[in-house]
């Protein structure tokens, strides 16, 4: 038997690399596109700022049960250690798994492709194809195109593991450093429109007629911007005093994440009329052509750039916790499990997580994936604002520094809200859910052949 010590994480990162992981995570491109699907759902401004005020209200709600969890449970991992705490290892395991191969990757190939085509807007040539394969592998089951953009993507993915891998301190003041310019830029941007942007003709007729189903959609459009202030409980054990920094960041990132989409989008409504931006792909490049020609659009896109950049090193510096989480519980590929030496990360997950996202860029079939596990990932969601209410009946002596405020209405308007989001996914792509399911079942085989190889030992 080996009685060697495990090498173990180290909590390092404080409660600004706390903060700037939600912050830095949530905010990517969404700020600068989605206002556009919102007016063409709700048809008028009172409307869209009331889909934000509703969306960020349940992302609170959710922050405000997480933050419970993450202050009792201040593991590796966040929803794994919440999930197998409440039902079981299964659900804890069937996360991991989700996160590993399709949520969290694709969300990594997703940005860092993201990041290359604003980066395009300055370098053209980054959308030559370099080398075509001749398999009917790419889109519409033509042959696969290789473009210089997605080396590039690559590129940048594999110096934010790099980076990474040599320690979460060196990553964390990374993404403190990239989140606070980030909110900068975008500060400066939504000053620019409300203190130098003249102001829109007034219009009297709606973009669109307000229904409830067009409010729903609307919604789902602000969850989904707003997604992504969880990731910060996945490094929870490397948070220096957990009970206090985690919900203080889980909460205070929310909340400004709430504020930075309100004051953006009345930078946007101030310029622009319902109509213009209901016929714009890039909402705020087009306010900042109108208020500064040419340069305006262009130092959008380096914003833009910048907020992806973030949300990048953020997603990789907290996504390898998750399946390294499970494997330390035996439930994943042993080497997954392994924390680096002198490095004290999980060097192991981090490439294994950052090589596959590289294939999926290659691949292109990241944005396909990503759709697929939106159905899954959200009945995970669900069920960990649930744990809320299991652990404190099923765990009464749990200690907990953090109680969650307005409880359990809170957890609850939470579940609601990720029960509006799963029938409208249902509904709209009944057959990516379904295959979505299929694709975190297709896990089932690994965890009971993992789940024996325990029992053995």
């Given at each position: 038997?080996?009685?060697?010590?495990?090498?173990?994480?180290?909590?390092?990162?404080?409660?600004?690399?706390?903060?700037?992981?939600?912050?830095?995570?949530?905010?990517?491109?969404?700020i600068f596109?989605?206002?556009?699907?919102?007016?063409?759902?709700?048809?008028?401004?009172e409307a869209?700022f009331a889909?934000?005020?509703?969306?960020?209200?349940?992302?609170?709600?959710?922050?405000?049960?997480?933050?419970?969890?993450a202050?009792?449970?201040?593991?590796?991992?966040?929803?794994?250690?919440?999930?197998?705490?409440?039902?079981?290892?299964?659900?804890?395991f069937?996360?991991?798994?989700?996160?590993?191969?399709?949520?969290?990757?694709?969300?990594?190939?997703t940005?860092?492709?993201?990041?290359?085509?604003?980066?395009?807007?300055?370098?053209?040539?980054?959308?030559?194809?370099?080398?075509?394969?001749?398999?009917?592998?790419g889109?519409?089951?033509?042959?696969?195109?290789?473009?210089?953009?997605?080396l590039?993507?690559?590129?940048?993915?594999?110096?934010?593991?790099?980076?990474?891998?040599?320690?979460?301190k060196?990553?964390g003041?990374v993404?403190?450093?990239?989140?606070?310019?980030?909110?900068?830029?975008?500060?400066?941007i939504?000053l620019?429109g409300?203190?130098?942007?003249?102001?829109?003709?007034?219009?009297?007729?709606s973009?669109?007629p307000?229904?409830?189903?067009?409010?729903?959609?609307?919604?789902?459009?602000?969850?989904?911007?707003?997604?992504?202030?969880?990731?910060?409980?996945?490094?929870?054990s490397?948070?220096?005093?957990?009970?206090?920094?985690?919900?203080?960041a889980l909460?205070?990132?929310?909340?400004?994440?709430?504020?930075?989409?309100i004051?953006?989008?009345?930078?946007?409504f101030?310029?622009?009329?319902?109509?213009?931006?209901?016929?714009?792909?890039?909402?705020?490049?087009?306010m900042?052509?109108?208020?500064?020609?040419?340069?305006?659009?262009?130092?959008v896109?380096?914003?833009?750039m910048?907020?992806?950049?973030?949300?990048?090193?953020?997603?990789?510096?907290s996504?390898?916790?998750?399946?390294?989480?499970?494997a330390?519980?035996?439930?994943f590929?042993?080497?997954?499990?392994?924390?680096?030496p002198?490095?004290h990360?999980?060097?192991?997950?981090?490439?294994?997580?950052?090589?596959?996202?590289?294939?999926?860029?290659?691949?292109?079939?990241?944005d396909?994936?990503?759709?697929?596990?939106?159905?899954?990932?959200?009945?995970?969601?669900?069920?960990?604002?649930a744990a809320?209410?299991?652990?404190?009946?099923?765990r009464?002596?749990?200690?907990r520094?953090?109680r969650?405020?307005?409880y359990?209405?809170?957890?609850?308007?939470f579940?609601?809200?990720?029960?509006v989001?799963?029938?409208?996914?249902a509904?709209?792509?009944?057959?990516?859910?379904?295959?979505?399911?299929?694709?975190?079942?297709?896990?089932?085989p690994?965890?009971?052949?993992?789940?024996?190889?325990?029992?053995?030992?």
């Amino acid at each position: 038997m080996d009685n060697t010590p495990r090498t173990e994480l180290k909590r390092v990162l404080g409660p600004w690399a706390a903060a700037s992981i939600v912050v830095g995570t949530v905010i990517g491109s969404g700020i600068f596109l989605v206002p556009k699907t919102m007016i063409e759902k709700v048809g008028t401004v009172e409307a869209v700022f009331a889909v934000w005020v509703v969306g960020g209200l349940l992302s609170l709600a959710g922050a405000l049960s997480y933050a419970e969890l993450a202050a009792a449970l201040p593991e590796a991992g966040g929803e794994y250690a919440f999930l197998r705490e409440a039902y079981g290892p299964l659900w804890g395991f069937l996360y991991s798994w989700t996160q590993m191969w399709v949520a969290k990757s694709g969300s990594i190939a997703t940005l860092a492709t993201g990041f290359f085509l604003y980066l395009t807007t300055f370098f053209e040539p980054l959308k030559g194809v370099i080398y075509t394969v001749p398999l009917p592998i790419g889109p519409n089951g033509g042959p696969l195109e290789i473009q210089y953009g997605q080396l590039f993507a690559i590129a940048l993915i594999l110096s934010l593991g790099w980076l990474n891998y040599y320690g979460v301190k060196l990553g964390g003041n990374v993404q403190v450093a990239v989140t606070f310019l980030k909110v900068a830029l975008i500060a400066a941007i939504i000053l620019a429109g409300l203190a130098l942007g003249q102001a829109h003709a007034p219009e009297t007729a709606s973009v669109a007629p307000l229904t409830f189903s067009g409010f729903i959609a609307a919604l789902v459009a602000a969850l989904w911007a707003y997604d992504g202030w969880n990731n910060v409980s996945m490094v929870s054990s490397e948070i220096k005093n957990p009970q206090k920094n985690l919900p203080r960041a889980l909460i205070g990132g929310t909340l400004c994440v709430i504020a930075i989409y309100i004051l953006a989008n009345a930078a946007y409504f101030h310029v622009m009329a319902p109509s213009e931006v209901a016929g714009s792909t890039r909402v705020a490049a087009e306010m900042m052509r109108k208020i500064f020609q040419a340069p305006g659009a262009a130092a959008v896109s380096v914003a833009a750039m910048i907020s992806i950049f973030a949300a990048l090193n953020g997603s990789i510096l907290s996504g390898a916790r998750v399946p390294y989480a499970a494997a330390r519980d035996g439930y994943f590929f042993h080497a997954i499990g392994r924390v680096h030496p002198q490095h004290h990360t999980p060097g192991v997950s981090i490439v294994v997580l950052n090589l596959w996202a590289c294939l999926l860029v290659l691949s292109g079939k990241y944005d396909d994936l990503f759709n697929l596990v939106i159905f899954a990932s959200w009945i995970l969601y669900g069920m960990t604002a649930a744990a809320v209410l299991v652990l404190r009946k099923k765990r009464p002596d749990l200690l907990r520094p953090y109680r969650t405020l307005g409880y359990p209405v809170v957890p609850i308007l939470f579940l609601i809200g990720a029960g509006v989001l799963l029938f409208s996914t249902a509904w709209e792509r009944p057959r990516e859910s379904a295959m979505g399911l299929g694709l975190m079942a297709l896990g089932l085989p690994f965890y009971y052949y993992w789940k024996r190889q325990k029992a053995r030992k």
